[in-house]
């Protein structure tokens, strides 16, 4: 499907979209896991807030997505999963179902259809990337700058994090291999569309870890998304790489002395998976809270509090102006063609499969 870069009127509760399991026993009581920041409050709006005021359920809110894989994969062991609805990348969301932590899920029964009768699947076409992952919004993981700290020469392509001599100062990155590997193939003068193909191999890898090494000293290593938007908005970083939806935040909700660098974006998929095993009752209020949250009024609304894209096209004609600020939400999403120039296309299934004896070897490199 085509992602597209519209954003929504606001409008009142369709109740009926989120009760499929209303028959059914559900728990009074939910934990949700999320990223925290910007992004977890846009979810509260959306979703949360009149999820609860519709159903009367206390929803209990967490911030460990960064951990989900691990700690999912520890509750299981000790048969003890005190997570209901979880959001994870797309590459997560295959680990942990392929692993079978995840429940499957029945698109287009257990999920809302189009207002126009378009079945769930058909509506999120190219986004239902496994059985177990329900889609909520297309983001990019980009760079931000200070303004005031390049010169009269602002940077314009990625590959300008690992200049250092027109770019003095520190940058910040993600403290894990994905990303930051592509990047520095990319600027080492690997070929976009053969960069996973050579990432795939030990050489390749030490090639990443060799060109990361020309800049090592000088970065600040991230691992919540709202770290670098926090550096940027300090001064501590002249550069940095997050998600662009925490980069709108500091950049037209703050209004900090920061701008955006498009160029080489990386577009991905955030998710909900439910963690397989839940109890009866726990399983059927994470169904009903999915379903409510991903129809296309919900994904719409959240496009009012940040910039990221609804993962279903149904959602992308409601998509308008920022709730608080009245301005256009178009022209600040990572899909909008004056933003996707040089776009790179994050390979889930690479990182699905390589993610944890890359992860090893990018932590040790770290430590050295």
């Given at each position: 499907m085509k992602f597209t870069t519209t954003l929504l009127a606001s409008s009142a509760l369709t109740v009926a979209s989120g009760m499929a399991f209303a028959d059914a026993h559900m728990a009074n009581e939910m934990t949700i896991i999320s990223w925290g920041g910007a992004y977890s409050n846009s979810q509260q709006k959306a979703y949360n807030e009149p999820y609860a005021e519709m159903t009367g359920v206390k929803i209990i809110n967490d911030e460990?997505?960064?951990?989900?894989?691990?700690?999912?994969?520890?509750?299981?062991?000790?048969?003890?999963?005190?997570?209901?609805?979880?959001d994870v990348t797309a590459a997560d969301s295959i680990r942990l179902c392929d692993e079978g932590l995840a429940m499957e899920i029945d698109f287009d029964e257990q999920l809302a259809a189009a207002p126009d009768g378009t079945s769930a699947s058909d509506d999120f076409g190219d986004t239902l990337i496994n059985d177990c992952a329900i889609p909520q919004i297309v983001f990019s993981t980009t760079f931000g700058y200070r303004t005031d700290l390049v010169g009269d020469?602002?940077?314009?392509?990625?590959?300008?994090?690992?200049?250092t001599t027109a770019y003095p100062g520190k940058r910040a990155l993600e403290k894990r291999p994905i990303?930051?590997?592509?990047?520095?193939l990319l600027c080492d003068g690997v070929a976009k569309d053969e960069i996973y193909d050579v990432l795939a191999t030990p050489e390749g890898q030490q090639k990443a870890l060799d060109k990361l090494e020309t800049i090592k000293d000088d970065v600040i290593w991230w691992n919540a998304g709202a770290d670098t938007p926090q550096l940027l908005a300090?001064?501590?970083v002249v550069m940095g790489s997050t998600y662009n939806g925490r980069l709108f935040s500091v950049i037209v909700e703050q209004e900090q002395p920061v701008a955006m660098l498009w160029d080489g974006q990386m577009f991905d998929l955030d998710v909900w998976i439910i963690p397989a095993g839940l109890p009866d009752d726990r399983k059927a209020?994470?169904?009903?809270?999915?379903?409510?949250a991903t129809d296309t009024q919900r994904l719409a609304d959240q496009a009012k509090y940040i910039s990221y894209g609804p993962a279903r096209a149904?959602?992308?004609?409601?998509?308008?102006?920022?709730?608080?600020?009245?301005i256009e939400m178009a022209p600040h999403m990572p899909t909008d063609p004056a933003n996707s120039k040089n776009t790179f296309f994050f390979n889930y299934t690479f990182w699905a499969d390589y993610r944890d004896d890359v992860d090893a070897k990018f932590q040790a490199w770290l430590a050295q």
């Open positions: 460990s997505s960064a951990e989900a894989v691990s700690k999912l994969r520890a509750m299981n062991e000790a048969n003890n999963i005190t997570w209901d609805v979880v020469t602002p940077p314009t392509s990625v590959c300008d994090v690992f200049d990303g930051n590997m592509e990047w520095a300090d001064g501590e209020r994470a169904l009903d809270y999915v379903k409510f149904s959602s992308a004609p409601l998509v308008g102006k920022h709730a608080e600020l009245g």
